[in-house]
């Protein structure tokens, strides 16, 4: 199964009913170039995030500190208006909610989705 179909399986239990999930976006605390100079501290400094962006909010998901897949608690929220890109670079750094969170370039076309309109019903 891939990463993005596991986050929203994992997430879809954090939604409201009538909620719909419109993109999930992996992420993580700390940038993966502090594992160059922290070596394996960074493991204890890093926690991974889902962004799960559904039609009437965004919320931040707990992932843990080894992967990325499985979401374990709410951390935050945010407005649905809230914008997370365009992503830049190799890791793109956006603040949802109160976490500054960093994003890879493989989730840049997520993060497009995310920023689309909200299509009214």
């Known amino acids: 199964m891939a990463i993005r179909d596991k986050m929203r399986r994992s997430a879809a239990q954090y939604l409201q009913p009538g909620e719909q999930l419109e993109a999930v976006i992996g992420a993580q605390t700390r940038s993966n170039y ?13 926690s991974y995030r889902i962004i799960a962006v559904t039609n009437n909010r965004i919320l931040v998901l707990n992932a843990g500190k080894w992967g990325m897949s499985k979401a374990r608690g709410v951390v935050g929220e945010a407005p ?31 993060i497009d989705v995310a920023d689309r309109p909200v299509s009214i019903s």
């Open 34 to 46: 502090l594992i160059v100079v922290s070596g394996l501290l960074f493991y204890a400094l890093n």
């Open 80 to 110: 649905r208006f809230t914008r997370l890109g365009p992503g830049r670079g190799v890791w793109h750094q956006v603040a949802v909610g109160n976490e500054k969170l960093r994003v890879h370039r493989r989730f840049f076309k997520d």
